[in-house]
């Protein structure tokens, strides 16, 4: 149901404000549509991961027991805490780049891939970017919340190792318990 929600309620801000760009003409190079529709769209993305988190924490809160490695209230506020991190990895990111920091840029890198969602949510945002240039473009890249960044070819890949090894740490972790 709350799916619906958010989804009806994307649209409808999505068609007002495509509406409200009808009679705007922007500068040369910008293109109000693609900005309009890549930056609500980032935004989209950021408020799906975020709700995730959230409801994520909130929905375990009951539901888990004491045989766990972290209490239930624990258990939230350290995903709370990754999900954070990946995201001031990203922001750290864009102002390495800007700066031309490569200590910045690389923390950034190297984080973004400790912490795979944030390299997955760059790599979203590079995508939906790709067929704009000039300063449209570059607004973009900066993203909302975060840069656009291309993953590149190993990223699927160390996305499912990293999630087959956290399986694996659970399991041997749940193992050692008595439930």
């Known amino acids: 149901m709350l799916t619906l929600v958010f989804l009806g309620l994307y649209g ?8 409200s760009t009808e009679g705007i003409e922007p500068p040369a190079g910008i293109s109000a549509d693609k900005l309009v529709g890549a930056t609500l769209f980032g935004l989209s993305m950021f408020a799906t991961l975020f709700l995730g988190t959230v409801l994520s924490v909130f929905t375990t809160l009951g539901a888990i027991r004491g045989s ?3 209490s239930a209230t624990a258990n939230g506020i350290a995903v709370f805490m ?13 102002i390495g780049e800007a700066l031309d920091s490569h200590t910045l840029h690389t923390i950034a890198r190297v984080t973004s891939w400790a912490i795979p969602f ?29 840069g656009a960044e291309l993953g590149g070819t190993w ?3 160390w996305t499912v190792a990293y999630l087959a090894g ?9 193992a050692r318990r008595d439930l």
């Not at 956290?166 to 749940?174: D, P, T, Y």
């Open 118 to 146: 944030e390299a997955l949510y760059q790599d979203a945002l590079n995508r939906i970017t790709l067929d704009t240039t000039g300063f449209t473009e570059w607004a973009l890249q900066l993203g909302p919340f975060g």
């Open 68 to 70: 766990v490695v972290l």
């Open 12 to 19: 409808f801000g999505a068609y007002k404000l495509f509406q």
């Open 155 to 157: 990223l699927p890949l």
């Open 82 to 94: 990754l999900f954070g991190a990946g995201l001031v990895a990203g922001l750290l990111g864009q």
């Open 166 to 174: 956290v399986l694996g740490l659970a399991v041997w972790a749940f």
